[in-house]
């Protein structure tokens, strides 16, 4: 040590022992930094981490580099060879010769014109498991962790990880063979591993499926004493065939399969022991051997009997149907039409919220603002007429006037529980013969006064109220020609045209049309609120009233008339012909009726004199029954039987086939036949709101119809005017003018409170309210004199302004007889509505 001291004092290189151990590990420090550098620059990571905190992508390229760069120091640590040797030979084994350009260049180059050799193998770029490098080249593989991942991100499919890892020993296998086959296309392991993994991209849907059903499989086979315990195949098929025949009973379920189990096993395997199966193998069994699946049931199963009395008197219906058309009465004629209840508007008791909240809590209840609406369609494919039933007992429960002269073929009604009873139903079906009567007029070219009668057919199901005397008595007078065909009881969901064809799109569009009138709406007032805050509003009294205006504009009383306005847009809808030339009302008639009743052979076959046949054979019994008795005595009988079959023949006059279905209905509804539906005794609380539910309609998000601009123009004068009512309490900003003109500094920071407390020290109450009271009343005459300068719109406005001080005097009223009128004011739907000035009188 003092030699080389003395040696560098004196300008000398020292010189030391060569100590092979260090010599060998800085050789291998010095080969692990070279492979470090290449993989680094093979994956287009740059030289030095970046700052903060990384990307996922860092992450995944830095983790691939580690282990490459651990793989290259393990295979290579007995001998000498650079990164990129071990790499080219180990990775892609048939690159050619390099040329004269940087590395990082000539491996992404090669390594493209390599796969595109292939078009199999050029799935590899799309494989999850692969990594890539940022110049396409092959960077490595990914862990289970990244895989798993990665396929969350992606597919948002949480992956176990005893799967992912079963998945890639099995995929990394099949990669080794055919990378050990040098990618050649002859050999059979090559061959499965284009086939299977390269061409077909792994399902990852499938992959969970497939081993959640194997993990059921094992835990299913765990619990057999032996493999004798299974069933075979004969016993697999009985059981099936009882899980079939026994699905639609009640408390059919997992524990009536496991008792089957035992029955079969025990039938099929006499000498072998008991076997009890546990619901975990009837769980499996109906899931993966019967191909049953858990459903919510949706309607009751009609018996056998049922099913035949429906489709005997469906049988009649058609005959008559044929007859009648057969005979000229036109398809414009046959009217078809059934209740339905819709929603204001779709808001359930379901809301998104983020991953992980506790309590869930919306701005507004669930909305259970209903009313009940029936579509009247004939078989041309057109809506006769459309019928809307509100609940309420005056005509404030209805719609707009002016939205009920917009729609004339609408037919409003008011109940006490927005229930179809008999004065809706026959005023509605009064509309629908006024129009078929008009219809008539224009086919035979005369005055509508001139047509008496309309043969016509209007198809009811057998709800009590379409089934009492006195409705079919009331509507045989006053629609004389018109025939009542009743729809089998129990069949309307097979033989209904409103339920099979209709409803359903038709809801799917209302529910659209109200979204996107929700979505206008938002953004108006997210618009408004951006305004507000630069004007300098306070955040939390922009939101206050961003909210206040959305419970405006979703009031009943500006609902009612936009719910018409999407039924009208969602009918014309329906009568839109398709590509086969059809619209939805037409394919309905279609399929369910016109397919047979046009049907030259039925028609035929439904011409029969049937009252005929009765007669003849009536007569051919007694003929038989005669030999032996007096002649007189066999002709008085044919007589009677003469005039049992005119007595039929007249009834069916009156009703050709009401009156056979209306009977059989009756004897199983009696008791509802002659009732009314029960009204109820109160309507909904002031706390209780009512509303609904989605084929989806394509509209552009700027489109507004005319009642929509109706309602908002209302809304908007509503928000500028504010409370019209003078008896409303004092709001904040009249308060702060009544304490400027008397010339009081406002106390404190001018809060609401604060105010109050000040007027009510000085006894200046009561001369606030006059004060109030005098401001809005010139509030109402400004209103009034600009309407006056301005065209249409300002004549609209100064109607409205006319009616204000009526309105201000008529709730007056109303507030002082409140305590005694408290049944009567929840008369009307509007009374449901929240109290938008109340909510204001807050800020």
């Known amino acids: 040590m003092m030699s080389a001291f003395l040696a560098r004092g004196k300008g000398l290189q020292p010189t030391f022992a060569s100590n092979p151990e260090q010599i060998a590990k800085e050789a291998k420090v010095a080969k692990k930094k070279l492979a470090f550098e290449f993989f680094t620059q093979r994956l287009g990571l740059p030289p030095k981490a970046p700052n903060g905190r990384p990307s996922a992508e860092y992450l995944a390229k830095a983790s691939t580099r580690e282990n490459l760069v651990k793989q290259f120091m393990t295979e290579t640590e007995s001998r000498t060879t650079t990164a990129q040797a071990w790499y080219e030979d180990s990775i892609l084994p048939d690159l050619p010769p390099p040329v004269s350009i940087t590395p990082a260049i000539l491996v992404a180059n090669e390594t493209k014109q390599y796969f595109s050799k292939d078009p199999a193998v050029q799935k590899l770029y799309d494989d999850m498991w692969h990594v890539w490098a940022a110049d396409g080249s092959h960077a490595g593989f990914k862990t289970i962790n990244q895989w798993i991942t990665d396929v969350k991100t992606a597919y948002n499919i949480a992956v176990p990880h005893s799967t992912a890892g079963d998945y890639r020993k099995k995929y990394m296998t099949l990669y080794d063979e055919c990378k050990s086959n040098k990618w050649e296309s002859n050999g059979p392991t090559a061959l499965k591993m284009k086939r299977q993994a390269l061409r077909i991209r792994p399902n990852l849907i499938e992959t969970v499926v497939t081993a959640a059903k194997e993990r059921i499989q094992r835990k299913a086979e765990m619990e057999l004493p032996s493999d004798r315990m299974k069933l075979g195949p004969d016993a697999t098929s009985e059981l099936i065939a009882l899980c079939v025949e026994h699905k639609d009973y009640p408390g059919f379920g997992v524990e009536v399969v496991a008792a089957f189990a035992n029955q079969v096993h025990q039938k099929h395997y006499p000498f072998e022991p008991a076997w009890t199966p546990s619901s975990t193998y009837a769980y499996w069994f109906l899931l993966a051997q019967a191909d049953f699946v858990n459903r919510r049931v949706t309607g009751s199963k009609a018996t056998v009997a049922q099913v035949v009395e429906q489709e005997r008197l469906f049988g009649l219906l058609l005959d008559e149907l ?147 005397v006195k409705f079919r008595t009331e509507i045989k007078e006053k629609c004389p020609g018109m025939l009542l065909f009743f729809i089998p009881a129990g069949g309307t969901g097979t033989y209904q045209i409103n339920d099979t064809h209709l409803h359903k799109p038709l809801k799917d569009m209302l529910k659209n049309l109200a979204s996107s009138f929700i979505f206008r709406v938002l953004t108006e007032l997210k618009e408004r609120k951006t305004a507000d805050l630069m004007l300098g509003l306070q955040p939390l009294e922009a939101e206050a009233n961003r909210i206040t205006s959305l419970k405006r504009r979703l009031k009943m009383e500006s609902l009612k008339d936009l719910a018409v306005d999407w039924t009208d847009k969602a009918c014309r809808r329906l009568e839109e012909v398709g590509d086969d030339g059809l619209n939805i009302i037409q394919k309905g008639w279609k399929d369910i009726y016109l397919d047979k009743v046009l049907n030259p052979e039925f028609v035929a076959a439904a011409c029969v004199p049937e009252l005929k046949e009765r007669e003849d054979a009536a007569q051919a019994a007694i003929l038989v029954d005669a030999a032996g008795k007096p002649l007189g005595e066999v002709i008085a009988a044919l007589a009677e039987v003469r005039s049992i079959v005119a007595a039929a023949a007249r009834a069916a006059e009156d009703n050709p086939i009401g009156w056979d279905d209306v009977q059989v209905v009756a004897r199983a509804e009696a008791a509802f036949h002659e009732g009314q539906i029960p009204k109820k005794k109160k309507l909904r609380s002031a706390t209780k709101p009512r509303g609904g539910r989605g084929k989806s309609l394509k509209r552009k998000a700027g489109e507004v119809s005319v009642v929509e601009a109706l309602v908002t123009e209302r809304a908007t004068k509503a928000s500028r005017k504010g409370p019209a009512n003078a008896s409303r309490a004092p709001l904040k900003a009249e308060m702060r003018a009544f304490l400027r003109s008397k010339e009081v500094e406002l106390p404190g920071r001018g809060l609401l409170k604060e105010m109050e407390t000040g007027i009510e020290a000085r006894g200046w109450w009561a001369e606030l309210k006059e004060f109030v009271a005098e401001s809005r009343k010139q509030d109402v005459e400004k209103t009034h004199e600009k309407g006056n300068d301005i065209g249409e719109e300002g004549g609209v406005e100064e109607e409205e302004a006319e009616g204000v001080a009526e309105n201000e005097e008529k709730e007056e009223n109303e507030g002082k007889d409140e305590s005694e009128e408290e049944d009567q004011s929840s008369e009307d739907d509007d009374s449901d509505d929240d109290d938008f000035e109340n909510v204001e009188e807050v800020w």
């Open 322 to 468: 044929a007859i009648l058309i057969h005979n000229g009465m036109p398809l414009s004629h046959l009217v078809c039409c059934d209740e339905y209840c819709a929603h204001l508007i779709p808001q359930g008791d379901r809301k998104w919220e983020l991953k992980g909240a506790k309590h869930v809590e919306s701005m507004f209840p669930k909305d259970k603002r209903q009313y009940t609406g029936n579509l009247a369609v004939d078989a041309t494919g057109k809506v006769v007429a459309v019928h809307m039933i509100l609940a309420g007992k005056t005509d404030r429960s209805l719609p707009s006037p002016d939205t009920r002269e917009m729609f004339p073929h609408f037919v409003f009604h008011k109940t006490n529980n927005h229930w179809c009873d008999h004065e809706t139903k026959v005023g509605f079906v009064v509309r629908i013969y006024s129009v078929l009567r008009e219809k008539e007029a224009a086919r035979s070219r005369v005055s509508v006064d001139r047509i008496t009668s309309v043969p016509c057919v209007l198809l009811l199901d057998c709800w009590p109220v379409n089934l009492t």
